[in-house]
């Protein structure tokens, strides 16, 4: 597929694949792309059905395992051989089935989905489902007048961030737009409702876990039960960070995708 992409730090050094969450796009990782530039050479992508790319064909099965194919076959297509991977919730999934595979060299996986059990699965979806319909009843243009205020932008973003009154007014904008255009979302959920990650991440590729300890989607607890898929984890506490951590502290969470893409031990309290 064609998948839209941003490429920034182009020679910087090895190459590192980002991967956005659930009803985002690339630009979720817009706070610490260019303070990892400086050391990466950093693609994020849109998955299909979110952000500006386009969605699967209908009547292709989606499933996680096709979504690490499409990153599998984007990363082919650039001639990036086994670079480093990391993804934000859904795409913290996804950069553990790449692991999984053994055809990335590093996985740094923020919040990741897949770890949960069915209640803590229904809770998350609950929530997502919640801002998704918020978003898409809500005028782009009273989203726009809600988001100069910071105790609106709390209101709007507060379950996803740790700081939300701290983000930007066009961030939100431009994520409540993302959330209520994507494609992908309610397939993106029903997959996730008929599965839970398992299996072993080869002991070869260094594996970074990091949760904030203001998710209130995807509860840290959950970051624990990494160790059973991969022993060789590293898990990490984002704190003051929610389920999207890039915002709340891209000094933290770009250290972070630095030391896991280096296969460096990361100086942070443990989950």
Do not use: K
């Not at 303070?35 to 386009?54: K, N, T, W, Y």
């Not at 988001?147 to 740790?162: Q, W």
């Not at 630095?258 to 989950?271: C, D, F, K, P, Q």
């Amino acid at each position: 597929m064609e998948l839209v992409y941003e490429r920034r730090g182009a020679g910087a050094g090895a190459p590192l694949v980002l991967l956005h969450g659930v009803g985002h796009h690339w630009q979720a990782w817009e706070p610490v792309l260019d303070l990892v530039a400086e050391q990466r050479d950093v693609f994020a992508l849109d998955f299909p059905g979110f952000g500006a790319s386009p969605m699967f064909a209908e009547g292709i099965r989606v499933h996680p395992g096709l979504l690490a194919d499409v990153v599998q076959e984007f990363c082919a297509e650039l001639g990036l051989v086994r670079p480093h991977v990391a993804g934000n919730s859904m795409g913290g999934l996804v950069a553990l089935l790449l692991g999984q595979r053994g055809v990335v060299s590093s996985v740094t996986a923020l919040s990741p989905a897949g770890l949960w059990t069915d209640r803590e699965r229904a809770w998350a979806f609950r929530v997502l489902r919640t801002c998704r319909g918020a978003a898409r009843v809500t005028p782009p243009g009273v989203v726009a007048r809600l988001a100069e205020s910071g105790v609106a932008r709390t209101l709007l973003t507060g379950m996803i961030y740790g700081r939300p009154a701290a983000r930007s007014a066009s961030a939100v904008v431009a994520e409540v737009r993302a959330l209520r255009e994507a494609t992908g979302f309610d397939v993106a959920l029903r997959v996730g409702r008929e599965f839970r990650f398992s299996g072993v991440v080869p002991a070869d590729v260094p594996v970074t876990v990091a949760w904030g300890d203001r998710d209130r989607v995807l509860s840290r607890r959950q970051g624990l039960r990494a160790r059973e898929l991969a022993p060789q984890a590293r898990l990490v506490e984002l704190p003051g960070c929610g389920h999207v951590p890039m915002s709340d502290d891209p000094e933290l969470v770009a250290s972070v995708l630095l030391r896991g893409s280096a296969g460096e031990s990361v100086s942070t309290s443990a989950l």
